[in-house]
């Protein structure tokens, strides 16, 4: 069973750093790609960043790039969201995903329960 | 790629038909997918690839289209779907629409 459990959320300033884990299992780790999808209090749900199997190549939205950096350890079988420079509108629940098919960007098809992160004074 | 989903707020009642839509704004190549997210749990895959149903989906749910233009449907609403629905495209970028919460009449 694909198990995916996120950790590392919290109550952080404005201009911190904060970072998120993502425990994997139930799957080779290293065969997905993985990412990170958030969902402000009761707003939609946003795109935030995908890495590629091996850890080379990511991605990100313009709203986090160059404040986020997602990476992975595939022998631990973990994903991780470093986030700096947080601002208010990054509070949300944060959200580790599994792609559906291996070795490709697809649909994020397994979600963890995801971490609330809160930003403010 | 933005994604535009209407209506934002459906009303049905149970053993209706629904129809909800999700329109891009450039081409998606049918790389269209479709998410149910109930209150407090994370969103759940409903179909990939704008047609293609999730293992362990129920047969009630479908989905269609082509270009810019998607449609997710249920053919006899369970109150077990009231829930919000997004759309997600990764033709271009990766986008999700901005959901339909689907409530009963």
């Known amino acids: 069973e694909v198990q995916l459990v996120e950790s590392g959320g919290g109550l952080v300033q404005p201009g911190r750093s904060l970072k998120l884990s993502c425990a994997a299992s139930?799957?080779?780790?290293?065969?997905?790609?993985m990412a990170w999808v958030r969902q402000a209090p009761k707003k939609g749900l946003e795109w935030v960043a995908t890495?590629?199997?091996?850890?080379?190549?990511?991605y990100y939205p313009d709203s986090v790039k160059g404040r986020f950096t997602i990476s992975r350890d595939n022998a631990k079988s973990s994903l991780y969201l470093q986030m700096n420079s947080l601002k208010s509108e990054d509070t949300a629940t944060y959200y580790c995903a599994r792609g559906l098919i291996m070795y490709t960007t697809d649909y994020p098809a397994y979600w963890g329960q995801g971490t609330l992160v809160t930003v403010s004074s | 790629i933005q994604l535009t989903q209407s209506p934002s707020l459906l009303s049905a009642s149970v053993g209706d038909r629904v129809t909800l839509s999700c329109k891009g704004s450039?081409?998606?190549?049918?790389?269209l997918a479709w998410y149910q997210q109930k209150l407090g749990e994370a969103p759940k895959l409903l179909i990939y690839?704008?047609?293609s149903l999730q293992t362990g989906i129920p047969s009630r749910f479908s989905g269609s289209g082509s270009g810019t233009d998607y449609t997710l449907t249920i053919s006899s609403l369970h109150s077990e779907d009231l829930a919000t629905y997004y759309c997600?495209?990764?033709?271009?970028?990766?986008?999700f629409g901005g959901g339909t919460k689907l409530e009963l009449k």
């Open positions: 690839k704008t047609n």
């Open positions: 139930g799957f080779t780790f290293s065969n997905y790609y």
């Open positions: 890495i590629s199997t091996s850890g080379s190549r990511t």
């Open positions: 997600y495209q990764y033709n271009n970028g990766w986008t």
């Open positions: 450039q081409n998606i190549n049918n790389y």
